[in-house]
């Protein structure tokens, strides 16, 4: 069993597209992320949700609205794709807050043309 | 604010060699340390992390961690590394405000 999953794993897409990535995490957890890794490695977070309650909204761009249907689900939506958002973008889980180990997705590879 | 510093982008080492990643932070308030690994084209997983008490943490795969208040660091550290241990390797910070920060990454290279 897969504990924390994204789909798709890779999505080609040009630019102005709308496209959306879903996670699923089947460990019970309160807490789940979207994180986006550039080129260099450089992991940045992007929001979290605890409880379907919106906690950590960083600085991004509002063409990125995450949606938490339910504790188990975190989407995130992009609308208006650029070049600079082609990113893997990771979805994590965690029991709790901040002193909690987080979980992580395999990842989604966004390039966007 | 909050920030970390991993001060190596890279380290090449020879297997079986000890190896020490380093990470400094900064944060006016109390905070929460781990380092994640990140093998190629996977996620990230934890290696190990410090809440309070110990200041030596022991993690998986043979890894460990001090934390120093005085020097504001959390180096990584391996006795003896093996060809497998080659991966990304993050500090990050978390502190009771939910924030969370990332380290750059240091990738680990083991010569054969």
């Known amino acids: 069993d897969t504990a924390v999953s994204q789909t798709p794993k890779y999505l080609v897409t040009q630019m102005g597209n709308d496209k959306s990535i879903k996670c699923e995490q089947n460990l019970g957890h309160d807490t789940m992320y979207w994180y986006k890794q550039d080129s260099k490695k450089f992991l940045k977070i992007m929001f979290s949700y605890n409880n379907k309650e919106l906690i950590i909204n960083e600085t991004v761009p509002n063409r990125f609205s995450p949606k938490s249907p339910d504790k188990a689900h975190l989407n995130l939506h992009i609308n208006s794709l650029e070049l600079g958002d082609s990113a893997v973008y990771f979805c994590?889980?965690?029991?709790?807050?901040?002193?909690?180990?987080?979980?992580f997705g395999p990842g989604t590879r966004l390039t966007v043309t | 604010a909050q920030s970390v510093t991993q001060l190596d982008s890279q380290v090449p080492v020879f297997e079986e060699a000890p190896v020490e990643l380093r990470c400094n932070y900064s944060s006016s308030v109390s905070v929460y340390l781990f380092w994640y690994v990140q093998y190629p084209n996977q996620g990230l997983q934890l290696l190990l992390k410090y809440l309070s008490g110990s200041t030596l943490v022991k993690g998986i795969n043979g890894f460990e961690a001090e934390f120093n208040k005085s020097q504001t660091s959390f180096h990584l550290r391996k006795p003896s590394v093996h060809i497998s241990d080659t991966a990304e390797y993050f500090c990050?910070?978390?502190?009771?405000?939910?924030?969370?920060?990332f380290g750059k990454g240091t990738r680990l290279h083991i010569l054969p």
């Open positions: 994590a889980s965690s029991q709790g807050r901040s002193s909690y180990e987080q979980y």
């Open positions: 990050a910070v978390s502190s009771e405000d939910d924030k969370i920060i």
